[in-house]
């Protein structure tokens, strides 16, 4: 059945469906398990957990299982039921889920990494469990023998990762700020590119195999969307949160991103339109409206009898310009820009009232969202953190799909 694609009022917001409680530490991944009322939770209290709804309508443990150190990260696997769980002291613990979701038998642990374990990807065609960690590097074990088949490391700790089946290029993200795309091979791999960009650590990674765009989210609160398969180079970005963005999810069907930041904002990106990239940032001597010299040019301040001016630059034309010639700030979001930021003078007078228009839907979650993860088929999702509680959300009133789609998840 097709997706039922609908207007979205501004006056939608997510309706919270339920909250599960009951781990005594924060909540480090949370996965709605597909086609069941149930969800899979691991938390840094040494537990992973198995609730169910109940006729009741509340969520109950039905598997409860207590590990040996910290649960820092997971992945499922529905039609196989085998969940993967990272640890806070570097190993990877493989589980098998019966049929009901009430008994859960260990399978094997893998030696991973000599850190906390920050992000876990399952490739089934290939027997692959694939991982980074805070040892800074990421790692690929055979599944079916449970030895170490690869290994690359980087400068800084690996926090994130995402990973295409098809073509076996994985993306990391690190704490410099850096994401690096690596093609896969049994024993061995090679770097492809980096990707530099963000100002801050990445802390969140989507790729889209579909239109092969790659999203990542940081903790200088903005969001790039790379265009990884199409023109070279080209770059979209977002800043709408106020704090860094934990998660992120791209919808390819309708174009949309959501996206959840540590303060609780979710925020409902709309990608159906054409979006301008942000320009590069210009530098100059002096201020390109103005010709005054900036505080470091000290011949063109001797020579003008002037003191030097601080430097800023107009976020919609990339100048390089002082606070006199850029007194208004303005929102852009087609460039992104959600709130008001810097611009020239000149450019302010540009903008039309309609160029202000928000191309987002911002939500609050009343939480400290660390952690999101999307069933798109039936437009849920699950939020959790620090606060140690998990939320279910019905997205459906926002990202434009409805609970009987049928569509397969990503």
Known sequence: MAAEIHSRPQSSRPALLSKVEGHQDAVSAALLIPKEDGVITA??????????????????????????????????????????????????????????????????????????????IFCLTSE???????DKCVSWMCTRSGSMLGRHYFTSWASCLQYDYETQHAFVGDYSGQITLLKLEQNSCSVITTLKGHEGSITSLWWDPVQRLLFSGASDHSIIMWDIGGRKGRTLLLQGHHDKVQAICYIQLTRQLVSCSADGGIAVWNMDISREEAPQWLESDSCQKCEQPFFW??????????????????????????????????SYPIMGF?????????????????????????????????????????????????????????????????????????
């Not at 207590?66 to 649960?71: A, W």
């Not at 196989?80 to 642990?109: C, L, P, W, Y």
């Not at 001016?309 to 034309?317: A, G, I, S, T």
Request: contains cysteine.
């Open 297 to 330: 040019n000290i011949k063109q301040m001797w020579d003008t009898k002037t003191l030097g001016l601080r430097q800023h630059h107009c976020r919609k034309c990339g100048q390089a310009v002082c606070g006199k010639c850029s007194t208004k700030r303005s």
């Open 43 to 120: 938390s840094e209290d040494r537990t992973i957990r198995v609730w169910l709804k109940r006729d009741s309508g509340q969520y109950w443990p039905s598997i409860y299982h207590t590990m040996s150190s910290p649960c820092s990260a997971m992945a499922y696997h529905h039609d196989s039921r085998r969940i993967f769980v990272g640890q806070d002291n570097g190993a990877i613990m493989e589980f098998h889920v019966s049929e009901d979701f009430n008994k859960m038998n260990f399978v094997k642990t893998y030696p991973a990494h000599q850190n906390r374990v920050s992000a876990i």
């Open 128 to 134: 692959w469990v694939i991982s980074t960690g805070h």
């Open 338 to 410: 959600e709130f008001q930021v810097r611009v020239c003078d000149s450019c302010f007078e540009s903008i039309k009232d309609e160029d202000r228009t928000s191309l987002a839907t911002f939500h609050e979650g009343k939480h400290n969202i660390s952690h999101m993860s999307m069933d798109i088929s039936r437009g849920l999702m699950v939020t959790c953190g620090s606060d140690r509680v998990v939320k279910i959300w019905d997205m459906t009133p926002v990202v434009g799909c409805s609970l009987a789609t049928g569509f397969s998840s990503c």
